[in-house]
């Protein structure tokens, strides 16, 4: 059996791969990646596992964004610090969630219920392009960390996201900006459309936000966000679709 590791923390590697081998010497764990850029660059060059272990925030970002691709078509075990992405995990190909710190006993009873599926012969490359069909899920939540703690913002409440510098900027509902990594063109893929829009290369707004809309030179809009001091303005490029979009 191969099984690819998931993790950014070098513990938690050590970790996984004693409980791992403690519980099958004969296991092949034929990598451990730590972002998904490197399991992206992975998966281009290699074939698909048995079963995946991994983390869901990752040194670049959330891992959701890029299950969502249908890149990893095998049976997932997340292991995680957070109790907060269940149902994320299970609109996927996840089948078990471990919480950190993992223990043996758990994570002996999550290799049982994939060895349960897998003596069901199930085709999970057939099962995850179902999922991925069948449920379009859009992001719920944003992880801020900061050195004194990790905040957890609603994507709902949130007005509008700015990138800056390689970072992105969430303006909260009282106008509060937070700032959390991730690309932002990855992170409008996993907005609900209907409620998210780029109005340039770097800015996203929440209709739900919007509180006033004017004219501004060049056929481009001045974006006003409640509880913002900030104006938003969009690209000509953009313009044009988004009237579109508003209507």
Known sequence: MKVLIIEDEAINIEIITDHILRYNSKVEIVASL??????????????????????IELLDGNIFSLLKKNSIQSPIIFTTAYN???????????????????????????????????????????ISETIHELTPSYKERIIIKTKKEIKILSVKNTSAILSNSGKCIAIDEQGKENEF????????????????????????????????I?????????????????????????????????E
């Not at 992975?42 to 991994?54: G, T």
């Not at 078990?96 to 993992?102: H, V």
């Not at 063109?185 to 109005?199: A, G, R």
């Not at 030179?217 to 006003?224: A, E, K, Y």
Request: with cysteine; charged share 30%; net charge positive.
């Open 34 to 55: 730590q972002s998904k850029e490197q399991v992206e660059k992975w998966y281009e060059v290699n074939e698909q596992v048995d079963l995946v272990f991994s983390d």
């Open 214 to 246: 004017e004219p501004y030179f060049g056929d481009r809009l001045v974006i006003s966000i409640k509880n913002y001091k900030q104006h938003l303005i969009t690209s000509a490029s953009t313009t044009s679709e988004f009237r579109k979009w508003l």
């Open 84 to 126: 907060t992405f269940y149902q994320d995990a299970f609109d996927v190909n996840g089948i078990a969630y471990l919480l950190k710190p993992i223990s043996y006993n758990k994570f002996c009873k999550a290799m049982e219920k994939f060895e349960n599926l897998q003596n069901k012969q199930l085709d999970w490359k057939k």
């Open 181 to 212: 990594r991730y690309k932002l063109s990855d992170l409008i893929k996993e907005l609900n459309p209907k409620e998210f829009f780029q109005i340039n290369r770097g800015e996203i707004v929440n209709i739900n936000f919007i509180n006033k």
